[in-house]
């Protein structure tokens, strides 16, 4: 899946909201979420720079929010 720096450089800086809602009941913190989102936009949105738990934080919140379609 090639990861488009804008929409997740918008999703990470505008849309915090939909990532607050998604991590919501999960134990997860929005802030994680953030932090790998913001991570990725820093390495040039290399997956293989992350680790193991980056990258189930990315499958899980991250990459499902930037398929969504706009609303």
């Known amino acids: ?3 488009d720096r804008r929409s997740l450089r918008n ?4 849309q915090r909201d939909e990532i607050e809602r998604a991590v ?3 134990g997860y ?3 994680t979420v953030i932090g ?3 991570f ?3 390495n040039e949105v ?3 720079l992350l680790s193991a738990k ?5 499958e899980k919140f991250i990459k499902p929010l930037l398929e969504k379609p706009l609303q």
């Open 1 to 3: 899946m090639g990861i």
């Open 54 to 58: 980056q990258l189930a934080t990315f």
């Open 11 to 14: 999703l990470i800086s505008k």
């Open 36 to 38: 790998v989102g913001t």
């Open 29 to 31: 913190l929005a802030r």
């Open 46 to 48: 290399n997956l293989d």
């Open 40 to 42: 990725l936009l820093d």
């Open 24 to 26: 919501q009941g999960t």
